[in-house]
């Protein structure tokens, strides 16, 4: 097959690259580093000419709604306008678990994009994953005041990257499915455990405190609805067997 991966340099998006790749499959890389331009839609047109799939993983780094929205919302028109034009006959996007029960800013966004898919009259499937084990140290390096490390109370299954790339993959290579079953860790942490041990593994010894963010949306975070629900696929790598291995990849 041949098939275009958006953000493909990001982190679920390179591994999707990788694995797409040990397959045997030949893979297109829609980035502004390759030319394209997914916001304005510029290098779209060449860029899908005999792709068989899209696999969508963009991201923004911003949790304002509209500024997430916004961005969600026109890269997902763009891709599948271009791909009803080149003929692709599958579009693959990356979601997040519990986002219609959470509202969360990023996490509406991420819905409004959900929809655009759904109605754009090119075959889909939504993959929903929980957050990734990279998650605690993107939320260590925010959440820093004072020499103490703030971590938020939060319910989570986290899950490898390399994990959710496999899936994304293989739902590419399979038939347009709409909505698959939910992606998940193996097991339930707390966000505020997983800083913790984070922290301590990079040999930070000052003190980790819990904290519930006044934040819209957390009190539903707090309370597990960001879990998957029953039917969910369950990924292998546990959290302390990814930090091992991120610990020892850091030492080499």
């Given at each position: 097959?041949?098939?275009?991966?958006?953000?493909?340099?990001?982190?679920?998006?390179?591994?999707?690259?990788?694995?797409?790749?040990?397959?045997?499959?030949?893979?297109?890389?829609?980035?502004?580093?390759?030319?394209?331009?997914?916001?304005?839609?510029?290098?779209?047109?060449?860029?899908?000419?005999?792709?068989?799939?899209v696999i969508d993983t963009l991201n923004i780094a911003s949790i304002d709604r509209k500024t997430a929205e916004r961005f969600f919302t026109t890269t997902s028109r763009a891709l599948l306008e271009a791909e009803r034009?080149?003929?692709?006959?599958?579009?693959?996007?990356?979601?997040?678990?519990?986002?219609?029960?959470?509202?969360?800013?990023?996490?509406?966004?991420?819905?409004?994009?959900?929809?655009?898919?759904?109605?754009?009259?090119?075959?889909?499937?939504?993959?929903?994953?929980?957050?990734?084990?990279?998650?605690?140290?993107?939320?260590?390096?925010?959440?820093?005041?004072?020499?103490?490390?703030?971590?938020?109370?939060?319910?989570?299954?986290?899950?490898?990257?390399?994990?959710?790339?496999?899936?994304?993959?293989?739902?590419?290579?399979?038939?347009?499915?709409?909505?698959?079953?939910?992606?998940?860790?193996?097991?339930?942490?707390?966000?505020?455990?997983?800083?913790?041990?984070?922290?301590?593994?990079?040999?930070?010894?000052?003190?980790?405190?819990?904290?519930?963010?006044?934040?819209?949306?957390?009190?539903?975070?707090?309370?597990?609805?960001?879990?998957?629900?029953?039917?969910?696929?369950?990924?292998?790598?546990?959290?302390?067997?990814?930090?091992?291995?991120?610990?020892?990849?850091?030492?080499?």
């Amino acid at each position: 097959m041949r098939i275009a991966v958006a953000g493909g340099t990001g982190t679920v998006g390179s591994r999707v690259v990788e694995v797409a790749r040990e397959c045997g499959h030949d893979v297109v890389v829609l980035a502004r580093s390759t030319g394209v331009d997914v916001t304005a839609g510029s290098g779209l047109a060449e860029a899908l000419v005999g792709v068989d799939a899209v696999i969508d993983t963009l991201n923004i780094a911003s949790i304002d709604r509209k500024t997430a929205e916004r961005f969600f919302t026109t890269t997902s028109r763009a891709l599948l306008e271009a791909e009803r034009e080149a003929g692709v006959g599958h579009h693959v996007l990356l979601s997040i678990v519990g986002i219609d029960a959470i509202p969360y800013a990023y996490y509406q966004a991420k819905l409004a994009q959900e929809r655009v898919v759904e109605q754009a009259g090119v075959p889909w499937t939504i993959l929903r994953a929980t957050q990734f084990h990279e998650f605690a140290g993107q939320m260590a390096g925010r959440l820093r005041i004072a020499g103490m490390q703030l971590a938020p109370r939060m319910r989570t299954q986290p899950v490898a990257a390399r994990e959710v790339a496999e899936r994304l993959v293989a739902l590419a290579e399979a038939p347009a499915a709409g909505r698959s079953a939910d992606l998940a860790g193996p097991r339930e942490e707390q966000l505020a455990d997983l800083i913790r041990r984070l922290v301590r593994a990079r040999g930070s010894r000052g003190p980790v405190v819990p904290v519930s963010l006044p934040i819209t949306g957390m009190a539903e975070m707090r309370q597990g609805a960001a879990l998957p629900g029953p039917g969910a696929t369950l990924g292998r790598q546990t959290f302390d067997e990814w930090l091992r291995a991120a610990s020892a990849s850091s030492v080499e």
